[in-house]
């Protein structure tokens, strides 16, 4: 008996210190699902409560009634949608390219694509305007989206993937006829499907919670973004309705948590994929 139980007890201080590590995790995240659901002064009452309100509908109505909720959920997931998808598009592309096809300049290229990592956005956003006040297209959907679609990290990253697979594969499909789209769709996109998910994740996660480029594009309150609604809710009155805040930023982690649970097994498979690999 006391063998068996000696592993258990070994094993104690990991179970508690991953405990302890998940609490810390979780426990932003609930406190700001308990605030939600609370009025302003309750928020910063002593003792703070630990239990959900009763004030979940009403802070939606007041959220909904300062920002138009549906709106900009709407304007955020059309954007974030786009960009996403664009984007994962272009990266296999290119990150296609860069690994299957030998052409002069492909290696400066690449260095010279990675490079642009290290560029601040910030750096970037006055080129950016000129472009899209020429271009005619300012407060407009395109004006957010399309900077986004060239994203040097899922390039870089589908490029790595790819460059593990066998070029027998890719020319046993070519000596059947096969033209390089049908390649690609038949052949590399079931292969880095797991590697496409986990990229979709990060790209939707950056393209959900960008502010500063769509601030600065998006002049109509009626194109915002839920980011950018919710920052003009500081200081619109004298008295700031920090549960309607709060509430906002509960819901805008929803289509976050959504994604990740239907992408999650691919998620997982794709992060690992590297590590599986001899």
Same mark, same amino acid.
């Given at each position: 008996?006391? %063998?068996?139980?000696?592993?258990?007890?070994?094993?104690?201080?990991?179970?508690?210190?991953?405990?302890?590590?998940?609490?810390?995790?979780? $426990?932003?995240?609930?406190?700001?699902?308990?605030?939600?659901?609370? %009025?302003?002064?309750?928020?910063?009452?002593?003792?703070?409560?630990?239990?959900?309100?009763?004030?979940? #509908?009403?802070?939606?109505?007041?959220?909904?009634?300062? =920002? $138009?909720?549906?709106?900009?959920?709407?304007?955020?997931? @059309?954007?974030?949608?786009?960009?996403?998808? $664009?984007?994962?598009?272009?990266?296999?592309?290119?990150?296609?390219?860069? *690994?299957?096809?030998?052409?002069?300049?492909?290696?400066?290229?690449?260095?010279?694509?990675?490079?642009?990592?290290?560029?601040?956005?910030?750096?970037?956003?006055? &080129?950016?305007?000129?472009?899209?006040?020429?271009?005619?297209?300012?407060?407009?959907?395109?004006?957010?989206?399309?900077?986004?679609?060239?994203?040097?990290?899922?390039?870089?990253?589908?490029?790595?993937?790819?460059?593990?697979?066998?070029?027998?594969?890719?020319?046993?499909?070519?000596?059947?006829? *096969?033209?390089?789209?049908? +390649? @690609?769709?038949?052949?590399?996109? &079931?292969?880095?499907?797991?590697?496409?998910?986990?990229?979709?994740?990060?790209?939707?996660?950056?393209?959900?919670?960008?502010?500063?480029?769509?601030? =600065?594009?998006?002049?109509?309150?009626?194109?915002?973004?839920? &980011?950018?609604?919710? *920052?003009?809710?500081?200081?619109?009155?004298? %008295?700031?309705?920090?549960? *309607?805040?709060?509430? $906002?930023?509960?819901?805008?982690? #929803? &289509?976050?948590?959504?994604?990740?649970? +239907?992408?999650?097994?691919?998620?997982?498979?794709?992060?690992?994929?590297?590590?599986?690999?001899?």
């Amino acid at each position: 008996m006391k %063998n068996k139980a000696f592993p258990r007890i070994k094993g104690l201080p990991l179970t508690l210190l991953l405990a302890a590590v998940t609490g810390l995790s979780i $426990g932003p995240f609930y406190w700001l699902i308990v605030m939600s659901t609370q %009025n302003s002064n309750d928020i910063f009452a002593w003792p703070p409560k630990l239990l959900p309100g009763a004030n979940l #509908v009403a802070n939606l109505m007041v959220l909904d009634e300062k =920002i $138009g909720l549906l709106r900009v959920v709407g304007n955020s997931l @059309l954007i974030a949608g786009s960009q996403t998808l $664009g984007a994962l598009i272009v990266s296999l592309l290119a990150g296609y390219a860069f *690994a299957k096809f030998s052409f002069r300049g492909r290696t400066v290229l690449f260095v010279l694509l990675l490079s642009t990592m290290v560029v601040p956005d910030q750096v970037m956003l006055v &080129p950016l305007f000129e472009m899209m006040m020429k271009f005619g297209l300012m407060d407009s959907y395109p004006s957010v989206i399309l900077p986004g679609l060239c994203v040097p990290f899922g390039i870089f990253l589908m490029r790595q993937a790819l460059g593990s697979m066998p070029n027998e594969l890719l020319d046993a499909a070519r000596v059947d006829g *096969a033209g390089e789209l049908r +390649v @690609l769709w038949s052949i590399v996109v &079931p292969v880095m499907r797991p590697v496409m998910a986990a990229l979709s994740v990060f790209l939707f996660l950056g393209a959900w919670n960008q502010f500063v480029w769509p601030l =600065i594009t998006l002049r109509s309150p009626a194109m915002q973004t839920l &980011p950018v609604a919710l *920052a003009s809710l500081h200081g619109m009155q004298a %008295n700031t309705d920090y549960g *309607a805040i709060l509430m $906002g930023t509960a819901v805008s982690t #929803v &289509p976050m948590m959504i994604l990740f649970v +239907v992408l999650q097994r691919q998620f997982i498979s794709g992060l690992l994929a590297g590590a599986t690999k001899g």
